[in-house]
């Protein structure tokens, strides 16, 4: 009869402690790891190849690399790296998931499953302000994290606010608060233009008042020329396939983009007063033609082997990827080029199929896929200077 109640009691004490580590493992949990070192200065470097990832980098601020997995999102530092380093902050939130990232300026915003909003301190580590948003999907990002930090769905930028779309709905945030600004019906395709608005369908507002812009085409449009997160497009069609420019208030006329294949981009560009942002459009195939985006008039070429890709632009400039997978960068104003190299670490082979991409303050970031779209290596993605 004792042998009987103490193997009973045994059995509920193990029953107990099964349960009691359960609910530690299962149960909603957040941990916040903020740096304990300086804020990184932005590095000096010139042209090359820096290093790789296993992991799409969000570059922010020229001086951190912000990294997405399915619970997670953290920085490392420096920016140019040869490899992932221990992070300087990382965030974790259980059981939810990481479903997209943006950054504006130094502040990084995440959007979670649960819709809540967690904009962080990108010097620090340490959160700056937390919102709630429209219920969001679970991770997408696959393997390299790249559509959560480089075209996370629904979650945008424009000048200093964080533009959140879901359930029919939008929600214009300040970065610096968190507090909403305005929010507004928003169905179908959403991004930013250059100009300061959003395109949602065939609606379009203007970000800072979120009042409905006037003196636009009809949509819905299609986007042309946009950075991270489809913000900060150069250009869009209308529902006509005709093509604008949308660097400023009211768009102007493209005609060069009317040609379904072309693309455009604006490129800061130095001049006696200071700099102004221009606007280009790209034809691409066994060469690339840079052409005036209103008269479509050609401006200058580059060609070489297996035509190449426009990824983006920098101060003055354009970087391309070409079909042997070099990256080149050429002036903007002449087609000359200033720099080429292969975009691979040391003897690493180049017959990859570039996935997605970023340009920012001067980097370059790609994607490298084989031929059935699974990572090329186990480090896939490759992070070099353009400037």
């Known amino acids: ?118 904009a962080i301190d990108g010097r620090t580590g340490r959160i700056a302000w937390r919102a709630d948003g429209p219920d969001a999907g679970g991770y997408t990002g696959g393997g390299t994290g790249a559509a959560t930090v480089w075209a996370p769905p629904g979650l945008l930028t424009s000048g200093t606010t964080v533009l959140v779309r879901g359930g029919g709905r939008v929600l214009a945030l300040d970065v610096v608060t968190g507090r909403t600004q305005w929010q507004a019906d928003c169905d179908g395709l959403s991004f930013g233009t250059a100009g300061g608005q959003l395109i949602c369908g065939a609606a379009v507002y203007e970000v800072v008042t979120g009042k409905a812009a006037k003196a636009w085409p009809t949509g819905p449009f299609t986007e042309v020329g946009c950075g991270v997160a489809h913000s900060g497009c150069a250009g869009l069609r209308d529902a006509a396939g005709r093509g604008w420019i949308t660097g400023a208030r009211t768009p102007q006329r493209a005609g060069a983009l009317d040609e379904p294949g072309n693309t455009m981009r604006l490129v800061q560009r130095s001049t006696a007063n200071g700099r102004v942002a221009s606007a280009f459009a790209f034809s691409t195939g066994a060469a690339v033609v840079a052409r005036s985006p209103v008269t479509g008039g050609e401006l200058w070429n580059w060609s070489g082997p297996g035509g190449a890709t426009v990824l983006g632009t920098g101060a003055d400039s354009v970087f391309l990827l070409t079909g042997d997978r070099q990256l080149v960068t050429v002036d903007a104003s002449t087609g000359e080029v200033r720099t080429q190299f ?46």
Do not use: C, H
């Open 342 to 387: 292969p975009l691979a670490v040391g003897t690493e082979p180049t017959d990859w199929t570039p996935g997605s991409w970023q340009v920012a303050d001067g980097y370059v970031a790609v994607e490298r896929l084989a031929g059935d779209g699974e990572p090329f290596t186990v480090e896939t993605v490759v992070v070099a200077s353009g400037i």
């Open 1 to 118: 009869m004792t042998r009987v109640l103490v193997r009973s009691l045994l059995g509920l004490v193990l029953l107990v402690v099964a349960g009691l580590i359960g609910w530690r493992v299962l149960s909603p949990a957040e941990v916040l790891a903020p740096a304990t070192d300086s804020y990184p200065a932005a590095p000096a470097r010139g042209p090359g190849v820096t290093g790789k990832t296993a992991a799409a980098p969000l570059i922010v601020d020229g001086r951190i690399r912000v990294f997405a997995a399915e619970r997670q999102v953290k920085a490392d530092a420096p920016v140019d790296a040869r490899t992932a380093y221990t992070p300087r902050w990382s965030l974790r939130r259980w059981p939810q998931q990481l479903n997209g990232v943006v950054a504006i300026g130094a502040t990084v915003v995440s959007r979670w499953s649960d819709g809540e909003l967690v």
